[in-house]
């Protein structure tokens, strides 16, 4: 494997970002022929390092250290591709490669420079999972902030902009956090490298090790902010039902960057290594903080009558139950976290391009009002004529195919996402909960195993009483032609989900392994920090 592999998911959506933007508005072939060419070779590569990354086997050893300019770690930018960092890559690359053509019907022409933001958004997204450092960790943090600034309020709109303005504002105030909190671990340990702070932490001194909790304290918060973790998480149904289903589609993938920055520094920097006054710090509010998040994604999701707001809630409740996860700090049931991490983002992202193709394209306000699930009462039907057992109904039905689809995809988002047997929504939940039943885990774990299997009940009410009003009690319902890009991003998308389900232990292994070098993280350190590494361009 070539050493400079491991940047180009940064450098390609880069540079085709900048060829769309010379190419203008005006091009917009040449800018979807780009943006394609990109998902591809991002899916190629990020292909590469994951398969180089599994040949390494359960040693611990990292695929490649990549040290920009042939700097010392501590002091210059050096990229990280491990198990974890290929896994979200190509995670990030798929989920952009299915959603690309699903915007490129009617979406991307409501608003100028979307392909260049998408390709931003990607660059941003690498870079984050790739990046060794914290200084780096927010350049890209607030790459992909800004491209998603202009997502959200792409297509203009009263809702999308008002939606949008909160949006920013929310996380303009957790850069702010970020950026406060990475200076007080600066100022304590005078580096920002991961590897060199989980080398320094151990022995900081006892006057300074509260300023460097407080730090750390409020860069988790500013990750909390973006995972949705309750209370901090009351911007993201309305955000996420507000944006186009592409871009929402792409939302779902970036909340998991602060479930994977919290993952990578509770394990690095405060894992069982940091010593016995600063090991463990932060897991209690995260494993709590997740248990609260998933009731209040329940609660919402069950009083939900906006489609967007219904996978919004569940965008929530996946991220709760991550956050419980990690608070949790055992190995297998951080191998069962990486799955649903994996199957919740492609069957979210599935769900919202599911919930764009329920609403008109011939005007933005009845898209909007498209969405809306009113209560259904059968005896007003009865009173109406629409009975069940009404005369027609003795006729032959002819349902129409973009129905059938919908309904079809509906269906199996529903099961994915209750991890109701027998999809890999199921194995991935299985995985997660089953280690929980160990008397060795800690308290709280029995409470998050409760609540899990809780809210997923609470999914299936909320996915069925949604599917009844859409597809069984409204027959005059308009469904739009769906194109074959749509169709074709929604049938990748699930199609994955049943490829992982008929495959899954080939992809757990890899998990396992993935997992048992998160947990280990002085493979991390020593690869990083070691003289011997092979010098970088």
């Excluded at 392909?115 to 780096?136: H, I, S, V, Y």
Aim: aromatic letters at 8%.
């Amino acid at each position: 494997m070539s050493a400079h592999l491991v940047i180009a998911p940064i450098i390609v959506p880069l540079l085709v970002a900048a060829l769309q933007l010379l190419a203008g508005e005006r091009r917009r072939r040449t800018a979807v022929a780009l943006s394609l060419a990109s998902c591809l070779a991002l899916v190629a590569v990020a292909t590469t390092l994951l398969l180089a990354a599994a040949r390494q086997g359960d040693g611990g050893a990292l695929t490649a250290v990549y040290r920009i300019g042939d700097w010392p770690a501590r002091f210059g930018i050096v990229l990280v591709a491990d198990r974890l960092s290929t896994l979200m890559l190509l995670l990030t690359a798929v989920v952009a490669l299915a959603t690309l053509p699903a915007a490129l019907g009617r979406w991307q022409h409501r608003g100028n420079y979307f392909q260049p933001l998408f390709q931003f958004l990607l660059m941003g997204l690498n870079g984050a999972f790739l990046t060794g450092d914290l200084f780096n960790l927010f350049v890209f943090f607030e790459v992909t902030l800004a491209a998603s600034y202009g997502l959200a309020l792409h297509g203009s709109g009263v809702r999308r902009v008002s939606a949008g303005l909160h949006y920013i504002v929310v996380n303009l105030t957790a850069s702010m956090l970020f950026l406060l909190g990475v200076s007080l671990i600066f100022g304590v340990t005078g580096t920002l490298n991961m590897a060199a702070l989980a080398e320094l932490i151990p022995n900081v001194p006892a006057h300074t090790r509260a300023l460097l909790h407080a730090g750390a304290a409020i860069l988790g918060v500013a990750f909390l902010i973006k995972t949705a973790m309750w209370p901090l998480g009351f911007w993201l149904p309305r955000t996420y039902a507000a944006a186009a289903p592409a871009v929402a589609a792409m939302f779902a993938l970036m909340t998991k960057l602060g479930i994977y920055v919290l993952l990578r520094l509770s394990l690095l920097l405060f894992g069982n290594g940091a010593g016995p006054a600063s090991g463990g710090f932060g897991t209690d509010w995260l494993l709590w903080g997740g248990i609260a998040t998933i009731g209040a994604g329940a609660i919402g999701m069950l009083g939900a009558r906006d489609l967007g707001k219904l996978a919004g809630y569940n965008v929530v409740i996946s991220s709760g139950t991550l956050l419980g996860a990690l608070g949790l700090q055992q190995t297998a049931v951080t191998v069962g976290a990486l799955a649903y991490l994996v199957i919740s983002t492609l069957a979210l992202a599935a769900f919202f391009l599911v919930a764009g193709l329920l609403a008109p394209e011939d005007d933005e306000e009845k898209a909007d009002d498209a969405l809306v699930l009113e209560p259904y009462d059968p005896v007003e039907a009865m009173g109406r004529g629409d009975s069940l057992f009404a005369d027609e109904d003795e006729s032959r039905v002819v349902i129409p195919a973009p129905m059938v689809m919908l309904g079809v995809s509906f269906f199996a988002c529903a099961v994915l996402l209750s991890g109701l047997p027998p999809l890999s929504g199921f194995l991935a939940k299985f995985a997660l909960l089953a280690p929980m039943l160990d008397g060795h885990v800690r308290p709280g774990a029995t409470v998050l195993f409760a609540l899990t299997i809780a809210a997923g009940f609470c999914t299936v009410i909320a996915m069925c009483r949604a599917g009844i009003q859409i597809f069984w009690t409204d027959p005059e319902r308009p469904f739009p032609q769906a194109r074959v890009t749509e169709v074709g991003a929604i049938v990748l998308l699930l199609g994955l989900c049943l490829v992982l389900t008929v495959v899954a232990k080939t992809p757990l292994d890899y998990l396992g392994d993935t997992a048992h070098q998160l947990h280990a993280p002085e493979h991390y350190i020593r690869a990083v920090l070691s003289p011997l590494a092979e010098p970088r361009p």
